[in-house]
C-alpha cells in the first residue's frame, strides 16, 4: 500500500478554478492506478476521475466531465485534480485513492489506499 496526502482545497467562487495534489509515498507510486473521489455532507463518497498508470488513459464521471482534468507526474510521486468552472454542487472533501490492481473502478470499495481527504468549499 502507498500513502496519500491530499492538499490544494480551499475556497472558490463560482466559476473559478482550483488544483488538488495528492503525493503518495514509495518508489513504486507508478505501478498504481489512481482516482479522485468526493463526498458531501450526508452524501455517500461518489467517483469523480481516474488514471492509469502511466497517464495516457484517463475517466471522468459525468459531473466534472469537460471541467476537470486529472493527470500525474509519477517522478514526482504526485496526481492532481485540475478543477475548473466550479458549481457550488463541488463543494465536497475530495479523497485520491491508489489501486495497484485495477484502472477506471467508480466503486470506491475496490481501491486500496486513500488519503485523509481535503475540503474544496465553492461559494456563489
Not at 509515498?25 to 458531501?40: D, E, I, N
Not at 464521471?61 to 463541488?90: C, H, W
Not at 479523497?95 to 486513500?114: L, Q
Request: glycine share 12%.
Amino acid at each position: 500500500q502507498v500513502q496519500l496526502v491530499e492538499s490544494g482545497g480551499g475556497l472558490v467562487q463560482a466559476g473559478g478554478s482550483l488544483r488538488l495534489s495528492c503525493a503518495a509515498s514509495g518508489r513504486t507510486f507508478s505501478y498504481y492506478y489512481m482516482g479522485w473521489f468526493r463526498q458531501a455532507p450526508g452524501k455517500e463518497r461518489a467517483f469523480v476521475a481516474a488514471i492509469s498508470r502511466g497517464g495516457v488513459n484517463t475517466d471522468y464521471a459525468d459531473s466534472g466531465k469537460g471541467r476537470f482534468t486529472i493527470s500525474r507526474d509519477n517522478a514526482k510521486n504526485t496526481v492532481y485534480l485540475q478543477m475548473s468552472s466550479l458549481k457550488p454542487e463541488d463543494t465536497a472533501v475530495y479523497y485520491c485513492a491508489a489501486d495497484s490492481k485495477r484502472y477506471g473502478s467508480s466503486d470506491h470499495t475496490e481501491y486500496e489506499s486513500w488519503g485523509q481527504g481535503t475540503q474544496v468549499t465553492v461559494v456563489s
